[in-house]
């Protein structure tokens, strides 16, 4: 079985604090993904990378950063939290191709104060 | 741009009862696939069913069917012999084909109630 990890499942932050959030799979995919889901607005795509070092932004960057340094890890960063921050984040890895399923992490729900 | 809509945000069905999930999409492209997620409460988001755009045959996955409309756009998901595991939020989701286009499109759920 595919197994997404994400390092924690409840973060509590201080406003300006950098933050980072970790994300391992164990299947070598390819494609590795970060995403924000917030009640009513659904998945919104931070940032995405298709291979080692290499990153895409997604539909909504702004406040984040990302490092692929290892095949199996894909790290998010806030470089200085901010209270609007505050969420849940999923990340999400698949094989290359565009049918390919996604696999989902837990989910670390992050609040920032 | 693509774009997903999911016009219901909450949807109740009667246990055992078939319900019917809405979803459309809009895209230029001709080719693409269409994925239905299922996010039970506190649990990992995990795939319900997949649908390519050229097969014209509906996807079925046990009491899973879909109901696609290409020339409307529409992606409804059908859940027959509702479960009480079947509650939860769904997403439907979008990829197109073209090359180099990584992104998926995500709705914004409905939230699935199962009524014993």
């Known amino acids: 079985d595919v197994k997404v990890t994400q390092s924690s499942r409840y973060l509590v932050k201080r406003t300006g604090e950098k933050v980072f959030l970790e994300c391992v799979q164990d299947?070598?995919?390819?494609?590795m993904f970060w995403y924000r889901q917030d009640p009513g607005l659904g998945l919104r795509l931070i940032y995405f990378?298709?291979?080692?070092?290499?990153?895409e932004k997604g539909d909504i960057p702004e406040g984040y950063s990302v490092s692929r340094e290892k095949k199996e890890r894909f790290s998010l960063i806030l470089e200085s939290a901010s209270t609007n921050q505050t969420s849940m984040y999923l990340c999400?890895?698949?094989?290359?191709?565009?049918?390919?399923?996604?696999?989902f992490g837990p989910g670390t729900r992050l609040t920032v104060l | 741009a693509q774009t997903v809509t999911q016009s219901q945000p909450e949807m109740s069905v009667q246990e055992a009862e078939t319900v019917t999930l809405s979803c459309t999409y809009d895209t230029s492209e001709s080719d693409y696939y269409l994925f239905w997620y299922k996010q039970p409460p506190s649990r990992q988001m995990i795939l319900v069913i997949r649908?390519?755009?050229?097969?014209?045959q509906n996807a079925t996955e046990n009491r899973f069917s879909v109901n696609f409309q290409k020339a409307a756009k529409s992606f409804s998901l059908k859940i027959s012999d509702s479960q009480l595991g079947d509650a939860a939020m769904y997403f439907c989701?979008?990829?197109?084909?073209?090359?180099?286009?990584?992104?998926?499109?995500f709705g914004t759920g409905t939230r699935l109630k199962v009524l014993a």
């Open positions: 989701a979008y990829r197109g084909s073209t090359s180099g286009t990584y992104k998926y499109i």
């Open positions: 299947m070598d995919h390819e494609n």
């Open positions: 649908q390519e755009a050229y097969k014209q």
């Open positions: 990378s298709y291979d080692v070092k290499m990153k």
């Open positions: 999400a890895s698949s094989t290359a191709g565009a049918g390919t399923e996604q696999f």
